[in-house]
């Protein structure tokens, strides 16, 4: 048979060797505007790699090859091991290998945590599950902190770059890696309804817990986070996988989770049974505790979010410059560009908030900083996330039926899309925690005012987005119930203000017009006449 006949015309070449770091305009202006260019000369390997052909075979085999719940040995002794596909190895050795981690806690870098924010970002677009394992280490280490002897046994283990998998006493790993257990059936989000027990023993400081855990992620990591009652009230707890004797703690895998998402990461049920554990904290300040940890994992969420978007970004934009319709590439159709352009919009301004809310963490000590993250972490959590399945659903589409295929690898983003809206508070919960942060700290609301402030006069939609947020909290009668809504004006209000100082006009504007002022169809693709659809199409197109 002719060569020509066998192969397939009319369809795009994959999408490989763009590099997810230098080929990304809006984040190499932000780690360049917030860092400097030897932080993105740094991250340039990482993005080269996270691209290649064989990343992302890596991230399709991880995907098709699930998880092994192994809950006894060939003898019959309750072993309680998870087994991965060695796609899933190579995946977590280079993520942690290049500091993905905990590498940023015991950093000298004033950026190491934009640059770590950055790398998360461009790295997890090879694949999303292993991010999480990734994620949870980098969260524990400030709330171990609350501990100074157990912060210094295990942050340079958990900042460790070396990838040391399997059930071993943490002394004898080159590194180590962190999970938490913090909801239970009854509760959820509600963790102070959570019913497991925490018994002390005759040790100072150790404790006994017997329960179970609805929702344990990476079951495999070395260490977690527990939250258990004691007699004080609910405290947080450091439980080993492994004992120093080499015994395994009594951590009883019951099943792995379902789950809509990626199928590369264990998610799993567990049950504590006299499980060995040591008290983090004081006891009854088990929130109080492992407040740091969620803030850092709220953090996550939105770098998560954003970087679905911009693998589902990359794959639209490519597949519509190669891909001919209706007598010409589908790049070219003018409707089409909107709805590209419309993309690139959403994707840009939740990388520009993201990397700006990780620079934050790189200046804890800066008052300002400090009130800003409190208030634009939940503000970031509860927009970004929520605005992720439109985008990456609308990014699909792009690709017709060639997206609906599970060889695209858009059916597993759009898949994995609702996840981080869930993780780490629901909708609800983050709007709330903004109406908490702003009657109670009001050093947060000046935090917000200030920032967005910058951008005060350079468009009409912000300034009068920003008059209408300060309405609207003047009235406090009816404030939980249009929580969500307020939550919403004050992201979108922080992303037009960071896109109008520093992303070209026609992003910026473009952005202004549909989520701050009346131009907006309801969809995506609905960019009013008049933007410059071409340049940021042509911004955000991975090169050829």
């Not at 390997?45 to 990343?55: I, P, R, T």
């Not at 792995?256 to 983090?280: F, I, P």
Request: hydrophobic fraction near 45%; include cysteine.
């Amino acid at each position: 048979m002719d060569a020509d006949i066998r192969a397939s015309a009319n369809q795009a070449p994959p999408l490989v060797d763009h590099n997810t770091v230098t080929s990304d305009a809006a984040l190499v202006d932000a780690v360049t505007r917030h860092a400097s260019a030897d932080v993105l000369a740094d991250l340039a390997e990482l993005g080269a790699v996270a691209s290649s052909a064989e990343a992302r075979e890596h991230g399709r085999l991880a995907n098709a090859h699930e998880p092994e719940l192994v809950p006894y040995d060939r003898y019959g002794n309750r072993v309680d091991e998870v087994r991965f596909h060695p796609s899933w190895h190579w995946l977590m050795e280079r993520g942690v290998g290049y500091g993905l981690q905990a590498a940023p806690w015991t950093s000298d870098d004033p950026h190491a945590h934009l640059r770590r924010a950055a790398g998360f970002f461009a790295w997890s677009q090879t694949e999303p599950g292993h991010g999480c394992p990734i994620s949870m280490t980098y969260a524990a280490v400030p709330a171990l902190r609350a501990d100074d002897a157990i912060a210094k046994e295990w942050t340079p283990r958990l900042a460790s770059t070396s990838y040391d998998f399997g059930l071993r006493p943490v002394a004898d790993k080159a590194g180590a890696l962190a999970g938490m257990g913090m909801t239970e059936k009854q509760g959820g989000s509600d963790v102070r309804a959570n019913v497991t027990t925490a018994t002390p023993t005759s040790a100072d400081g150790e404790y006994t817990l017997d329960g179970h855990k609805w929702f344990t992620s990476a079951p495999m990591n070395d260490v977690f986070l527990v939250l258990a009652q004691a007699a004080g009230g609910l405290s947080c707890f450091l439980v080993p996988r492994v004992l120093d004797d080499g015994s395994r703690n009594r951590l009883d895998v019951v099943r792995l989770k379902d789950k809509l998402g990626n199928r590369s990461n264990a998610s799993s049920e567990l049950e504590l049974r006299g499980t060995w554990a040591r008290r983090l904290g004081d006891e009854g300040r088990g929130v109080r505790t492992i407040i740091e940890m969620v803030a850092a994992t709220r953090l996550d969420c939105v770098l998560g979010s954003a970087s679905l978007m911009r693998r589902a970004l990359a794959e639209a934009s490519w597949h519509v410059a190669h891909r001919s319709a209706f007598g010409g590439l589908l790049g070219d159709k003018p409707l089409m560009q909107n709805v590209i352009a419309d993309l690139a919009v959403e994707s840009e301004a939740a990388t520009v908030l993201g990397m700006r809310l990780a620079a934050a963490v790189d200046d804890a000590g800066d008052p300002h900083e400090a009130a800003l993250r409190r208030i634009a972490l939940p503000l970031a959590k509860y927009w970004v996330c929520k605005r992720t399945p439109m985008m990456v659903a609308e990014a699909l589409e792009c690709l017709g039926g060639n997206g609906y295929v599970e060889e695209s690898g858009m059916p597993l983003l759009f898949r994995e899309s609702p996840l981080n809206s869930v993780w780490e508070g629901s909708g609800n919960v983050n709007a709330l925690d903004v109406l908490r942060a702003l009657s109670r700290e009001p050093e947060a609301l000046n935090a917000w005012i200030v920032e967005v402030g910058r951008a005060s006069g350079e468009n009409p939609h912000l300034d009068r987005a920003i008059t209408a947020v300060l309405e609207s909290l003047a009235d406090t009668s009816e404030m939980e119930v249009g929580a969500r809504r307020l939550a919403g004006q004050m992201a979108a209000c922080l992303q037009g203000a960071l896109l109008l100082q520093h992303a070209p006009a026609a992003v910026a504007d473009a952005f202004c017009a549909t989520r701050l002022g009346t131009e907006y169809g309801g969809t995506l693709g609905t960019l009013p006449r008049g933007t410059d659809l071409a340049s940021i199409v042509a911004r955000t197109t991975p090169p050829a």
